[in-house]
T-cell receptor
Framework: GQQVMQIPQYQHVQEGEDFTTYCNSS?????IQWYKQRPGGHPVFLIQ?????EVKKQKRLTFQFGEAKKNSSLHITATQTTDVGTYFC???????????FGTGTSLTVIP | DSGVTQTPKHLITATGQRVTLRCSPR?????VYWYQQSLDQGLQFLIQ???????AKGNILERFSAQQFPDLHSELNLSSLELGDSALYFC???????????????FGPGTRLTVL
């Protein structure tokens, strides 16, 4: 069946260091979404990637969709304490009507 | 503020009881999703409704049921509660019902359920 792996599960970085989380699927994806959940908060949509090899930037965040559309990454340059939270990828399920969320990467930024 | 409202914010109840969680989607959104989030399970998709009809089912237990009303608000009913049902329950809404196109989900603040 469809599987989505997100790594790492946890990441601690010093403020100013870079951070990357990866999402890997066993099947080809039509699209992938990324969400951020602050501690005590709810998931908030960040971006959706659709095209093979697509790269999108939002200030210090860079999102990439793999050429084979089976993996994606989220890279944060020069982390800040406001980046703290859990980052989830979400992929369409086989049926096409719902999303499967990855296990998430919890980011801690040490000031 | 995502525009999605959920009530109540917190719910404490005993095993064997039944509770109802309520969700109002963003204005104009036809699709409502329910998710369960616990520490060891991440975000688990439970069920989706689109314009009043059930569209997809995920890992929803038989003790749980949901519905979407004509005004598009949705309720999640949890019965015969067990300790393991303690979790955060999120509702999300989106304009469309399919995950195959652009379909951003807006999450509500969640209901924290504690079963004692």
């Amino acid at each position: 069946g469809q599987q989505v792996m997100q790594i790492p599960q946890y990441q601690h970085v010093q403020e100013g260091e870079d951070f990357t989380t990866y999402c890997n699927s066993s099947t080809t994806l039509s699209n992938i979404q990324w969400y951020k959940q602050r501690p005590g908060g709810h998931p908030v949509f960040l971006i959706q990637l659709v095209k093979s090899g697509e790269v999108k930037k939002q200030k210090r965040l860079t999102f990439q969709f793999g050429e084979a559309k089976k993996n994606s990454s989220l890279h944060i340059t020069a982390t800040q304490t406001t980046d703290v939270g859990t980052y989830f990828c979400a992929v369409p399920r086989d049926t096409g009507n719902q999303f499967y969320f990855g296990t998430g990467t919890s980011l801690t930024v040490i000031p | 503020d995502s525009g999605v409202t959920q009530t109540p914010k917190h719910l404490i109840t005993a095993t064997g009881q039944r509770v109802t969680l309520r969700c109002s989607p963003r204005s104009g959104d036809l699709s409502v999703y329910w998710y369960q989030q616990s520490l060891d399970q991440g975000l688990q998709f439970l069920i989706q409704y689109y314009n009043g009809e059930e569209r997809a089912k995920g890992n929803i237990l038989e003790r749980f049921s949901a519905q979407q009303f004509p005004d598009l608000h949705s309720e999640l009913n949890l019965s015969s509660l067990e300790l393991g049902d303690s979790a955060l329950y999120f509702c999300a809404s989106s304009r469309r019902g399919s995950s195959l196109g652009y379909n951003e989900q807006f999450f509500g603040p969640g209901t924290r359920l504690t079963v004692l």
